[in-house]
């Protein structure tokens, strides 16, 4: 089986990290290997920004770094057309909660960063253009997201289910 390696950095200040290894492995299970065999590597660092990063890929599209986040934030801003706090656990106007928070990163954020590292165009000559832009990496985290959530899961974390 494909090996993830996993780095993590101390987060500053007041913020942590909502994720665990243990979460983004659970997910990479329940994924098909073809979808995350490029992945080389995941880390938790702190390079948030202030809260205005969540996630990002490497210039090599092989590793996906999550951010740390404070501990009361809203999410909103950072949803795309379809979507609605409800849809991970969190109520419109409040500060979310950590599950809703927590599920926010693992199956939106971490499937979208899954979703730049897919090959689009095999034979493109640009770099950039060989790999999923915003939109269909979008696109790949609301697919698999609702592909993994049309089942309940049994799994003693709620965060692997739909709320």
């Known amino acids: 089986m494909h090996k993830v390696r996993f780095t993590q950095v101390r987060p500053q200040g007041d913020r942590r ?3 665990t290894t243990e979460d983004v492995e659970v997910v990479l299970q ?4 073809e979808l995350w065999a490029r992945l080389r590597a995941v880390h938790f660092n702190d390079r948030s920004r202030g809260a205005r ?3 990002y890929v490497n210039r090599g599209r092989r590793e996906i770094a999550i951010c740390a986040l ?10 795309r057309r379809g ?6 656990g969190a109520k419109r106007g409040t500060q979310w909660v950590r599950l809703a928070v927590r599920r926010f990163l693992l199956y ?3 499937l979208h960063e899954l ?3 897919q090959i689009v165009n095999e034979n493109a000559k640009n770099e950039r253009r060989k790999f999923a832009m915003e939109t269909k990496a979008q696109e790949f985290a609301n697919h698999w997201r609702g592909f993994l959530w049309q089942f309940r899961f049994d799994h003693a974390d709620p965060v692997h289910n739909a709320p």
């Open 115 to 117: 979703g730049h590292l």
């Open 17 to 19: 990290h909502y994720l």
């Open 108 to 110: 939106n954020v971490f």
């Open 30 to 33: 329940r994924l098909p290997i």
């Open 83 to 88: 979507n609605c706090p409800e849809e991970f």
């Open 70 to 79: 404070p501990p009361r934030i809203s999410l909103s801003r950072f949803l």
């Open 53 to 55: 990063t969540l996630g």
